[in-house]
């Protein structure tokens, strides 16, 4: 039975649930994102998987011609030397006509201002109170708060979702959305519980049949447990939560030495060999993007019955196991 879970989150979004499939380097592709979408949550595409602006064009162009529901797009602002021509990416995704952007990275003023200018809904995901308040302030329309358990960068402040989700509830006006962690419709229930209007995942995602991956990282995913991440890059204030392998083992083991610097480890997570495990399979190669929701995953379903499932687990949860604790 496929219900629906209605909250101001939704209705600002135009989305049937309030699920979004958060933005993800390489595996955010069109068959992804209108794969969420078309289930009714909210799809995103990943603007700097795509080589050029004019590639990320054609792939909101693709993503189109895969579904007929909102989709958005994941703009990183990454901490680079060398940063790429986002002012370009802007404006391939303003052109395109896309309404929903998800905005991930520090200081997004500059493009948060541009996306707004034309009317575009901003999703600004951050790992911290005094983040998200000052998102609010920049006019973010929606914030995605993302807790320690989270894949990607959970920030320096090593704050879970029990306590980052409600906190963030408490400081902003605007809607938040719970990530890290979350895999399934206790998750969402629980968020639901916190004060959130929403969840977003990631890990979870990648274990779907049209994730469009190697089916080993699947079969990886599924396989992992709770205790299967490392954090990386700690000691240089810039943390990474990534999947337990044999190359995230041996970043940790040159970064714990005194006197290590990133270039000891540059080869070894350089973005190019993360692409080549999720197309080879092979989890010796690079570094693979996992959060401690790995110990919830435990098959690989269409993006269809996942969030048919969570949708309907979550409102169990609500209407039946909560409902029968009350007195
Ligand atoms: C494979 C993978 C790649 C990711 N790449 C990005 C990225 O490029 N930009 C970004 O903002 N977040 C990225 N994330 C983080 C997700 O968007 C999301 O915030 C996170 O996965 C939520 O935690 P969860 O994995 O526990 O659901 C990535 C996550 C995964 C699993």
Known sequence: MIVALATP???LLGIEHPIV???MQWVGRAELAAA???AGALGILTALTQPTP???AKEIARCRGMTDKPFGVNLTILPTMTPPPYGEYRSAIIDSGVKIVETAGSKPKEHVDHFKAHEIKVIHKCTSVRHAMSAERMGVDVISIDGFECA?????DDVPGLVLIPATVDKVKIPVIASGGIADGRGLAAALALGAQGVNMGTRFCATR????????KKYLVDNDERSTNLIFRRLHNTARVGKNSVSDEVVRILSQPEA??????????GARGRELL????LDVGLVWAGQSQGLIRDVPSVANLVARIVSDATMVIERNLRAMLR
């Open 9 to 11: 989150f939704t209705r």
């Open 21 to 23: 499939q958060g933005g």
């Open 36 to 38: 969420v979408s078309n």
């Open 54 to 56: 004019e590639d990320l």
């Open 152 to 156: 990607g960068h959970p920030g320096e």
């Open 210 to 217: 049209e994730a469009p991956i190697h089916e080993n990282i």
């Open 261 to 270: 610097t990133f270039e000891q480890v540059a080869q070894l997570v350089r």
């Open 279 to 282: 197309e080879s399979g092979n």
